[in-house]
C-alpha cells in the first residue's frame, strides 16, 4: 500500500514562485512513475509533469516547460514540483499520483494512488 500527501500549495502573486512536495509512505517500483496532475476550477484533471523513478526521467506538459521542474529526493521518499513565473491560469489542485506508465500519455485514469491535492491560487 502507498500513501501520496502533498504540501506547499498557497496564494501567491503572478509571476511567484511555489514548491509543492509530494511525500510517498510506502515503496516505490522502479516501475513506477511519479505524476504531478491538476485540475482547475471547472475543468478536468491535466498532466503537468511526470518522473520516471528508475532513472529520474522526466516529462512536461508543453504549457509548463521551461518554469516547472520535477525533481525526486530518494533518502525521503518523495518528489517535489518547483514552480517559477507563475500565471493566473495555473491556479488549480495540484495532485501527485503513483502507477505504472501504460504507453499512452499520462492519463489520470491509469493511476492507481493519488494523493488529497493541495490548493495553489495565482493572483493577477
Known amino acids: 500500500q502507498l500513501v501520496l500527501e502533498e504540501s506547499g500549495g498557497g496564494l501567491v502573486q503572478a509571476g511567484g514562485s511555489l514548491r509543492l512536495s509530494c511525500a510517498a509512505s510506502?515503496?516505490?517500483?522502479?516501475?513506477?512513475?511519479m505524476v504531478w496532475f491538476r485540475q482547475p476550477p471547472g475543468r478536468e484533471r491535466e498532466f503537468v509533469a511526470a518522473m520516471r523513478w528508475s532513472d529520474g526521467g522526466t516529462s512536461y506538459a508543453d504549457f509548463v516547460k521551461g518554469r516547472f521542474t520535477i525533481s525526486r529526493d530518494n533518502a525521503k521518499n518523495s518528489a517535489d514540483l518547483q514552480m517559477i513565473s507563475l500565471k493566473p491560469e495555473d491556479t488549480a489542485v495540484y495532485y501527485c499520483?503513483?502507477?505504472?506508465?501504460?504507453?499512452?500519455?499520462?492519463?489520470?485514469?491509469?493511476?492507481?494512488?493519488w494523493g488529497p491535492g493541495t490548493q495553489v491560487t495565482v493572483s493577477s
Open positions: 499520483a503513483v502507477g505504472s506508465y501504460r504507453g499512452r500519455g499520462y492519463v489520470p485514469a491509469d493511476y492507481r494512488y
Open positions: 510506502g515503496r516505490i517500483f522502479s516501475t513506477y512513475h
